[in-house]
Every structure is written in structure tokens, then in C-alpha cells.
């Protein structure tokens, strides 16, 4: 499974933005797919996931202001994010946990990031 993410960029405070990002590959099925992100010298952290039924999960951090959303059929996960803070400024990480196959383990696989930028 490949994850490719997409729509970073530089946006003032309070701007909004959407980021994307695609599976492509041997896939089976995949049941959650998220959104991470790591600022300059801190850890990676969850920002939102969605389960295949659409379930949600959001840190409180961005709770109100993102929301996450997949469209199964096309294998995409979306992130609207708006009132964007500088403190969301980091690069976001895409996520999924899903099989290759019917017979092949569940797995995580890692999309190779996008920088969102937030100017005061």
C-alpha cells in the first residue's frame, strides 16, 4: 500500500486549508486511515483518524476546527482544516492500517508527508 499525501502549504491564521491523501496498490480493505503530524523537535502525534464505517476521532486540540472525512471507494482521506493556528504548523503524516489480502496480516502502512505552514 502506498499512501501519497497532498495539499500542504503556507496559510495566514484563521485561513483554512484541505489536505488529501490517496492509497494506491494491493489493497484489500483498510480500516482506519488518520492523520499525523510533527512539529520541529516534538513527537509525532495523532491529529484525527476515521474507521472504514466512519467513525471519528479528533485530538482535543483540533477538535471544532478539523474535520476528517474518506471516500472508500476512491481509497481518500481528507483533512479540512480551518482556524488554523501557528501552532498546527508541522508536517502531516497520512496513516492507514489495513491487508494486502485476505490471508495477510493487518499492517500500518506511512504516506511521506506534507508541510503545512501557519504565519502569525
Known amino acids: 500500500v502506498q499512501l501519497q499525501a497532498s495539499g500542504g502549504g503556507l496559510v495566514q491564521a484563521g485561513g483554512s486549508l484541505r489536505i488529501s491523501c490517496v492509497a494506491s496498490?494491493?489493497?484489500?480493505?483498510?480500516?482506519?486511515m488518520g492523520w499525523y503530524r510533527q512539529a520541529p523537535g516534538k513527537q509525532r502525534e495523532l491529529v484525527a483518524d476515521?474507521?472504514?464505517?466512519?467513525?471519528?476521532r479528533y485530538a482535543d486540540s483540533v477538535k471544532g476546527r478539523f474535520t476528517i472525512s474518506r471516500d472508500n471507494a476512491k481509497n481518500t482521506m481528507y483533512l479540512q482544516m480551518n482556524s488554523l493556528k501557528p501552532e498546527d504548523t508541522a508536517v502531516y503524516y497520512c496513516?492507514?492500517?489495513?491487508?494486502?489480502?485476505?490471508?495477510?496480516?493487518?499492517?500500518?502502512?506511512w504516506g511521506q508527508g506534507t508541510l503545512v505552514t501557519v504565519s502569525s
Open positions: 496513516n492507514a492500517v489495513g491487508r494486502t489480502g485476505w490471508t495477510r496480516p493487518i499492517d500500518t502502512y
Open positions: 496498490g494491493t489493497i484489500f480493505s483498510i480500516n482506519i
Open positions: 476515521i474507521a472504514s464505517g466512519g467513525s471519528t
